[in-house]
């Protein structure tokens, strides 16, 4: 998943979350109260998506018996 898609994806859902928030209550106010809500699920959730990527590659180079020489710091030419 690109940090991109998800971005595009956020602010649509959101919108949208909060367009129909503010038709069903009537107030800005549990409307904006709504948007944050999702905004921090969606959040939540993207988090989630990533730590799960990272540990499933993590698990299946340990169990493959890669281990990997250059620290990841140090790659493309990042350097601390």
Do not use: C, N
Not at 1 to 10: A, H, I, R, T
Not at 49 to 77: C, F, N, S, T
């Amino acid at each position: 998943m690109y940090f991109g898609q998800f971005l595009v994806g956020m602010s649509a859902t959101t919108i949208v979350v909060a367009g129909w928030a503010y038709m069903a209550t009537g107030s800005f106010w549990k409307a904006l109260g709504w948007t944050i809500a999702v905004l921090v699920l969606l959040q939540v959730g993207y988090f989630v998506l990533v730590m799960r990527l990272i540990y499933r590659r993590a698990r299946k180079a340990a169990d493959q018996g890669e281990v990997d020489a250059v620290p990841p710091l140090h790659r493309d030419g990042v350097s601390l």
